[in-house]
């Protein structure tokens, strides 16, 4: 399928739930789609797609709504900003998630949850089912930073204890 296929169809899923066809909700599936990867509110209405759209608070309203109607997914810390992706049919994504800085990138692997959901709908008889999984950590880029730190800490420490001592290395 193609962007403009794709789009369609996510209109199409938003009429169905009774959300009408706006040209910010075209330009954020858009957006989304052309960057393949999830962005966040301000990401999204600095777009150059949206920002001469909307403003930032219609972004979030529109962001809130297509959330509620099952077309999108926020991701993240609570705390941190927020992640914005589509949910679109046949394509599974999991994502891997700081707890130092909130960034995020996507999982590159096989899920591993795929077989136990294809199991629990066949034991229990639900249907449509699915599930969202989010890896927590630290980052390459901040574990290297609290590896920094440590070490400058430590060497703060031994100096001090040196002046402390009474000892100098002069």
């Known amino acids: 399928m193609n962007t403009e296929e794709i ?6 899923r938003c009429r169905t739930k009774g959300l009408r066809r706006t040209k910010a909700m075209e330009q954020l599936f858009h957006t989304l789609l052309e ?3 999830p962005m966040t509110l301000n990401e999204l209405s ?3 797609r949206l920002e001469q759209q ?5 972004v979030f309203r529109l962001l809130q709504r297509l959330i509620i109607t099952g077309v999108m997914r926020r991701l993240g810390l609570h705390e941190r900003a927020a992640y914005f992706t589509l949910l679109l049919p046949d394509v599974h994504q999991d994502y891997l998630i700081c707890t130092d800085c909130g960034s ?3 999982v590159k692997a096989p899920c591993p949850v ?3 959901e294809e199991e629990l709908r066949q034991n229990t008889g639900f249907t449509n089912l699915y599930h969202e999984l989010e890896f927590f950590g630290t980052c ?4 290297k930073s609290e590896q920094s730190e440590k070490i400058a800490s430590s060497a703060d420490c031994k100096m001090s204890d040196c002046q402390h001592s009474g000892h100098s290395n002069h």
């Open 104 to 106: 995020i990138e996507q």
């Open 54 to 58: 909307c403003d930032k608070a219609t």
């Open 35 to 37: 960057a393949k990867r």
């Open 46 to 48: 600095q777009s150059p």
């Open 7 to 12: 789009v369609e169809e996510l209109i199409q």
């Open 114 to 116: 795929h077989e136990l």
């Open 140 to 143: 390459p880029d901040c574990d």
